[in-house]
């Protein structure tokens, strides 16, 4: 079952990895937006995900969330602040960047969080979550410039989209635990989804697209990117926790940055010389250091779970 559960891990950190290579080549040939693309993202899987919720479990585990004011609220700014805000900003990483740098950034996130529990917690962090810091920085120094200082590798642009991404993902992976445990990660997934979507179509509205631009293939990128991007890797993820603990999944979660990677260099014509690609294996230990850790009593890595890891 353990098996089971870390090919589950593995397939969905392989289509999140794909999904953006996919998102980057929409933004290449199509004329959009990346609030375009979220909008409809968001709009489509959300929907998707709350239907098939009804189907699976009945009416009433789908619209229950809905039912106390607290947890309204709660679903509200999750939906915002944490799902749209970290679909806003890594695709207009994307947009800007690439896919590959774009999701090298982001997975920046669990250092963001190793810094707020610090915080939270009013301690330093333990050795390997400062060995993990500084290797996220010398990755981000390496990625960025190159291993020069005078020239930036990435736009301004994509870089602060990528650091916009990787907070939104911390804020994203933190706040919106008690509702996880009251409701079931399906039906708030899939609310957060619907409300981003909804609120960032008031600013850009799908109708207003070009739906008539390239044809099958518009909508065979926008098909892939929901369902084998979206639906299908959340699915996976979220029931693969039964089998294999969180921090089993967030160090096989670094199949994502790999593909993303990888598929931009050898099909998207993504360029990284040597030193990039010593900054985004530098950026992958960090994460793996970090979510690889005994648990400890007096350390930040210790006291994790009670400040909301």
């Known amino acids: 079952m353990k ?3 870390v090919f589950m891990v593995l397939g969905a950190a392989v289509c999140w990895g794909l999904s953006g290579s996919a998102a980057q080549l929409f933004f290449q040939h199509f004329q959009s ?3 375009l693309l979220v909008a409809v993202r968001l709009l489509s899987a959300g929907i998707l995900m709350i239907v098939l919720q009804c189907l699976v479990k009945g009416t009433g585990s789908a619209f229950s969330v ?4 607290k947890d309204r609220i ?6 915002i602040l944490g799902m749209l805000g970290v679909q806003y900003t890594f695709f ?4 800007y960047g690439n896919a590959a740098t774009a999701t090298l950034l982001q997975f920046l996130g669990p250092v963001f969080i190793i810094v707020f529990v610090s915080m939270r917690l009013r301690q330093r962090p333990g050795g390997k979550e400062l060995i993990a810091f500084v290797l996220a920085l010398v990755g981000i120094f390496f990625m960025t410039t190159g291993g020069s200082v005078s020239t930036l590798s ?3 642009e994509a870089f602060v989209w990528g650091i916009l991404s990787a907070l939104a993902a911390a804020f994203y992976t933190l706040y919106p635990r008690k509702l996880l445990a009251v409701w079931g990660p399906v039906p708030v997934v899939g609310w957060s989804m619907v409300i981003g979507g909804v609120g960032l179509s008031m600013f850009n509205p799908p109708w207003h697209f070009d739906w008539s631009q390239g044809s099958l293939s518009l ?3 926008l098909l ?3 369902i084998i991007g979206t639906i299908i890797p959340f699915y996976l993820f979220l029931d693969s926790l039964r089998f294999v603990t969180p921090a089993q999944a967030s160090i096989l979660s670094s199949a994502e940055p790999l593909t993303a990677v990888l598929v931009g260099i050898a099909f998207l014509q993504t360029a990284m010389d040597a030193v990039q690609l010593i900054g985004s294996l530098c950026i992958i230990v960090a994460v793996v250091v970090l979510t690889f850790r005994p648990a400890r009593k007096h350390s930040v890595g210790g006291k994790a779970n009670d400040a909301g890891l």
């Not at 809905?66 to 004011?69: D, K, L, N, Q």
């Not at 207009?92 to 947009?95: E, K």
């Open 3 to 5: 098996n089971k559960g």
């Open 33 to 35: 937006t990346p609030g």
């Open 66 to 69: 809905w039912s106390h004011r």
């Open 74 to 79: 709660t679903l509200l700014i999750f939906g």
């Open 92 to 95: 207009a990483a994307i947009h």
């Open 154 to 156: 990435i736009s301004v």
């Open 219 to 221: 909508y065979a990128l």
């Open 224 to 226: 892939f990117i929901v």
